[in-house]
């Protein structure tokens, strides 16, 4: 089996997870016990239990559309191990003689309808990913100390805070106040608990910064419709987006989503941090599955940043 059909097969039991009602499990790559040989085990792309029901999803990543030959296979198939349900799903759909022979027996059929740009562009269910950055144009970092400790001080001393580092510290405690007042030069006290230079307690921090905000929205670049076979893309309500930042993989289904939010995929602008990762849908959606990759906490080189230090 190729990495693409494994891949298929697995995208295809995240879909069913998100479809599913409470007290439904599925599971990629099961075994099952053969009813006429128990110690030999029988795979299954995909399996859905609920209530000791079983039904088997079988999957083809194949180019071309299914011919009736598979569905007889999976005629049998159902009927061998005892199934109480068959779905198939290949990504270019079924000949008509299949979908014949599937109704008549009752394998469920599913294919896949991919959007064009133009599609994407017109279709009401593509969400909507931006991601707002704050970008410094000047960040002035005040630090006293005791003035009997200011001579312990390097020429260029180091901030942290609890051992980690200060700036980011800072920059995390001003961020929300920077996003809310763009464009407008603040001045803000700090709590300095903490925070240290050349490990010297800073007894009071005083920080004065100007920011703006930068929006940069995501295109959709796939959008592929999950559905019945000859099912218009309108009519179909699960679907698989990606996006060419941030969203890896967002799965839709009625009111139901499910996503991979990767980060690292992010280009941070020069002396900026990102703020806020924002999904907008059409209607109103629940979010049932949330996976991040990477660290959601991204900041470039803040290199408009000045420390001075007051002995007092």
Known sequence: MTAESVAFEQLIARIQSVEIQAGVTVKHNADLPDPDSPSNKRQIDVLIEHKGL?????????????????????????????????????????SKLAQVKAKRYGIQLYDFKDLTDVEIATWGEIATVE???????????????????EPKLNEYPTMTFNGGDGCAAIIDYIRDD????????????VPAGGFQL?????????????AKLSVEQADCTSARCYGAPGESAALRSTSVQKFEHTVEEMIIAGDQVAMSVNVERLKVPDNSMLHTFAVRFSDIKTVTKYELVGNGRMVSQINRTRIDVVGW
């Open 131 to 149: 991601v707002t950055f704050i970008q410094f144009d000047m960040l002035l970092i005040t630090a006293f100390v005791e003035l009997s400790d």
């Open 178 to 189: 920077a996003a809310a007042n763009p464009n407008v030069t603040r001045v803000l006290r």
């Open 54 to 94: 079983k039904t088997s999803v079988e999957c083809r990543d194949r180019s071309g559309t299914q011919s009736v030959m598979w569905i007889e296979e999976l005629i049998g198939r159902k009927q061998s191990l005892g199934l109480d349900g068959m779905i198939a799903v290949a990504v270019n759909g079924f």
């Open 198 to 210: 050349d490990s010297v307690p800073v007894s009071e921090l005083v920080v004065g910064f100007s």
